[in-house]
């Protein structure tokens, strides 16, 4: 079987690295990938949202199975693009269809979506340019920290934490009227401050059935102790030390269960990821966010340890038989640590040669491109060193060692990775 992974990142180059194991993986196809899928899958040089593109492709190699990586393609409906072309309908795709991809392309639709399935989450109104004024009123009635959320996708940029309530009045004015993220936040959610330690819970789903993956727990401040600005994530640690046996439960039948029946009853058809950002609040879980694709560092934590034939489990999927499966985990902890360049999450370098990268050392690329067989940097983040250990702090250690033999110019990546576990 021919396989399509779409997108360019860690995450992508994670599923490659997984789904090349597979028995069943005859050539696997990454579009458009980067310097680390390269060397476990062809590279497309295809837009992710290109979507005739994309056909011409599964069409040209014999594709018959597409994951798609980023939710952009999610969002704008590339799963009902497939189904709407006869050419493509056989086409098995792995992510969720428009509709359903709300979830994480609409704040405003996933709340709403939580309150009437009684899914725990923060108290929450939503505002509009003609309602600003009564977003206004909404501020002062609330208490500090103010959260101000873009309804629509802004690139991991649209939440605001904010704890003076002219500020907070000043960059709803900006949201709503200037447009300060363009067409993301045409309508922005205010919702309650939750005061807690976060982590991630990934389900795997057919629209009927579910597995639920590892739980993870990522480290977004670029800066050590948890400081400074938010990045799309600077290490990643599997399992979460802090998950009890009750507490997992609570987070099976107070929000897994109620999600997956919760689409069901809304008529929402989904194959694939869902990645619910999870809050622990005393002693209960409370939702954050979904996302419609798996997260990105957590990703590269938590499918190598998945020790199930990751393809078996995607056809699984797409022939709605995921009752039928069980998924086996790696007993070990996994840790990752991102390498970013410098100025990043600003403006960063791009363009500089990365050293001592080769080997058996299990780094999965995200920022990096080939340029005269030389493997360089692309992006804001650029690798991610991930190893196992007994426990984190030993698999963080292992981290440390491979970034220690790897160089490009401006490198920077944390050294306090689960320093709060």
Request: proline share 4%.
């Amino acid at each position: 079987m021919n396989v399509l992974v779409i997108g360019s990142g860690g995450r992508e180059h994670t599923l490659c690295w997984k789904l090349q194991q597979s028995k069943g993986c005859t050539q696997l196809y990454a579009a458009p990938g980067n310097a680390g899928t390269a060397k476990c899958a062809i590279n497309l040089p295809l837009d992710v949202t290109d979507f005739e593109g994309i056909k011409e492709a599964v069409l040209a190699n014999n594709i018959s199975l597409v994951i798609v990586g980023p939710e952009e393609p999610l969002v704008r409906g590339l799963h009902d693009y497939f189904l709407a072309d006869s050419a493509l309908s056989s086409v098995g795709v792995i992510g969720p269809q428009k509709a359903a991809a709300n979830l994480e392309g609409s704040k405003a639709f996933a709340k709403a979506f939580m309150n009437r399935h009684h899914i725990p989450t923060a108290k929450y109104a939503e505002f509009t340019v003609e309602t600003l004024a009564e977003g206004e009123a909404f501020l002062e009635e609330s208490i500090p920290p103010y959260v101000l959320k873009a309804d629509g996708l802004a690139a991991g940029k649209g939440v605001l934490i904010l704890q003076d309530l002219k500020t907070a009045k000043e960059e709803l004015k900006a949201m709503l009227l200037d447009k300060k993220f363009g067409a993301a936040s045409q309508k922005v959610v205010i919702e309650e401050f939750l005061s807690g330690i976060e982590l991630s819970c990934f389900v795997l789903t057919d629209g009927k059935s579910y597995l639920t993956l590892p739980m993870a727990k990522d480290y977004k401040r670029i800066g050590e102790g948890d400081t400074g600005l938010n990045t799309g994530g600077m290490g990643a640690i599997s399992p979460v030390p802090f998950v009890t046996d009750e507490f997992r439960s609570k987070i099976e039948n107070q929000i897994v269960k109620p999600t997956i029946e919760g689409l069901k009853k809304d008529g929402l058809p989904y194959k694939g990821f869902i990645f619910i950002g999870l809050i622990k609040v005393g002693d209960n879980p409370k939702v954050i966010e979904y996302n419609v694709r798996l997260g990105d560092p957590e990703t590269e934590v938590v499918i190598p340890r998945i020790t199930s034939d990751l393809l078996e489990l995607f056809l699984a999927v797409d022939k709605e038989r995921l009752h039928e499966m069980s998924i086996d985990i790696h007993e070990d902890t996994a840790a990752t640590v991102m390498a970013v360049s410098g100025g990043y999450p600003e403006s960063y370098l791009k363009g500089k040669e990365i050293k001592g990268i080769d080997g058996n050392k299990l780094v999965f690329h995200a920022g990096t491109t080939m340029q005269d067989a030389i493997i360089k940097t692309s992006g804001g983040r650029v690798l991610a060193a991930t190893s196992y250990g007994k426990n984190h702090i030993e698999a963080v250690s292992k981290c440390y060692e491979i970034l220690g033999e790897i160089h490009f110019e401006g490198m920077y990546y944390r050294k306090d990775i689960g320093f709060d576990l």
